[in-house]
């Protein structure tokens, strides 16, 4: 979504925080190092709580979010999150 003169503040692949010309795809939490859908039911539920609007950060993208240490939300992205588990469980290689 690009709208003329609009800047959203997105979290890039470096971890770091830059404003950007395209508004974010995905939404996550700075304490949890969880990301998912803006939908999540999850994340809404947490949001309609309150307390978790202050650790929310967005993503252009999905490689921007793992790249930046996140991981998948179980609830939303569940083949994301397998996917991440999977690779959690694999054995280090020296």
């Not at 950007?20 to 809404?44: K, P, V």
């Not at 950060?57 to 930046?68: I, M, P, R, T, Y």
Request: with cysteine; proline share 3%; net charge positive.
């Amino acid at each position: 979504m690009n709208i003329v003169g609009k800047t959203w503040r997105l979290i890039g692949a470096d971890g770091t925080s830059h404003d950007s010309n395209q508004a974010g795809s995905l939404g996550g939490h700075r304490r949890s190092h969880i990301y998912g859908r803006l939908d999540c039911r999850a994340a809404l539920q947490a949001i309609a709580k309150g307390g978790y609007v202050k650790n929310r950060v967005f993503f252009l993208n999905q490689a921007d979010a793992e790249a930046a240490g996140y991981r998948p939300c179980a609830v939303c992205l569940p083949q994301g999150y397998l996917r991440w588990k999977a690779q959690q469980n694999q054995p280090i290689s020296n």
